[in-house]
């Protein structure tokens, strides 16, 4: 599968605002994550997927993308198939969700000592980073605080951000019933857990190949 970015920085940015900037907040939201945090170079993960620097920001483009393909496929008419255009509304919660969904992500991983995991006898498994979270407030709930701070969401939004992690939420695996009972409310919930997966367990995976 072909990825999206070459250049993740600037194709961040250019969906961001075509899409996105007309959003109240969103310029704080951009001006936030450029000069306060390490989200454009920031890995995904600690060693799994996009392990490696500008990941998170690939990983934002892949979901992006993935979720604009989900929903123009759901809201295409069976019975007269075409090309399905979505609104400026749609394409703006598309951005919203598929580039800002795991900001809290940002700040959380550092890059792994090898001379300490060396003494600690642990080099040959070392991990190229570390995960340290400051503010451990949950998945989900942490993007959807850290986004709320700056930038206006839907309640659908709001709801999609918050359980995007789906089966792997822990509320979830706790036995929790809310997403379910957000996902009767809006499609916009399971969409983006769909565009989630797809991004890291295809796209990503056969990226890494």
């Given at each position: 599968?072909?990825?999206?970015?070459?250049?993740?920085?600037?194709?961040?940015?250019?969906?961001?605002?075509?899409?996105?900037?007309?959003?109240?907040?969103?310029?704080?939201?951009?001006?936030?994550?450029?000069?306060?945090?390490?989200?454009?170079?920031?890995?995904?993960?600690s060693k799994?997927?996009?392990?490696?620097?500008?990941?998170?920001?690939?990983?934002?483009?892949?979901?992006?993308?993935?979720?604009?393909?989900?929903?123009?496929?759901?809201?295409?008419?069976?019975?007269?198939?075409?090309?399905?255009?979505?609104?400026?509304?749609?394409?703006?919660?598309?951005?919203?969700?598929?580039?800002?969904?795991?900001?809290?992500?940002?700040?959380?991983?550092?890059?792994?000592?090898?001379?300490?995991?060396?003494?600690?006898?642990?080099?040959?498994?070392?991990a190229p980073?570390?995960?340290?979270?400051?503010?451990?407030?949950?998945?989900?709930?942490?993007?959807?605080?850290?986004?709320?701070?700056?930038?206006?969401?839907?309640?659908?939004?709001?709801?999609?951000?918050?359980?995007?992690?789906?089966?792997?939420?822990?509320?979830?695996?706790?036995?929790?019933?809310?997403?379910?009972?957000?996902?009767?409310?809006?499609?916009?919930?399971?969409?983006?857990?769909?565009?989630?997966?797809?991004?890291?367990?295809?796209d990503e995976?056969?990226?890494?190949?």
């Amino acid at each position: 599968m072909e990825q999206i970015a070459r250049d993740p920085r600037a194709d961040f940015l250019a969906v961001y605002n075509s899409s996105a900037n007309r959003r109240e907040g969103a310029v704080a939201m951009l001006k936030w994550l450029e000069n306060e945090t390490d989200f454009f170079t920031a890995p995904v993960s600690s060693k799994h997927h996009l392990a490696k620097p500008g990941g998170l920001v690939i990983h934002s483009l892949n979901v992006w993308r993935r979720l604009r393909e989900i929903t123009v496929r759901e809201l295409t008419d069976r019975d007269a198939p075409g090309v399905r255009h979505l609104s400026e509304a749609e394409e703006e919660t598309v951005a919203i969700l598929g580039l800002l969904h795991d900001v809290c992500k940002a700040d959380v991983y550092h890059k792994a000592d090898p001379f300490k995991a060396a003494i600690e006898g642990r080099l040959a498994t070392m991990a190229p980073y570390e995960f340290r979270d400051p503010f451990p407030l949950g998945h989900g709930e942490k993007s959807l605080f850290l986004i709320t701070r700056h930038l206006a969401l839907t309640e659908e939004e709001a709801l999609a951000i918050r359980w995007h992690m789906g089966a792997y939420d822990d509320a979830v695996k706790g036995g929790s019933r809310s997403m379910n009972e957000a996902m009767n409310l809006t499609p916009w919930v399971w969409r983006l857990q769909e565009a989630d997966m797809c991004a890291t367990w295809i796209d990503e995976r056969s990226a890494a190949e």
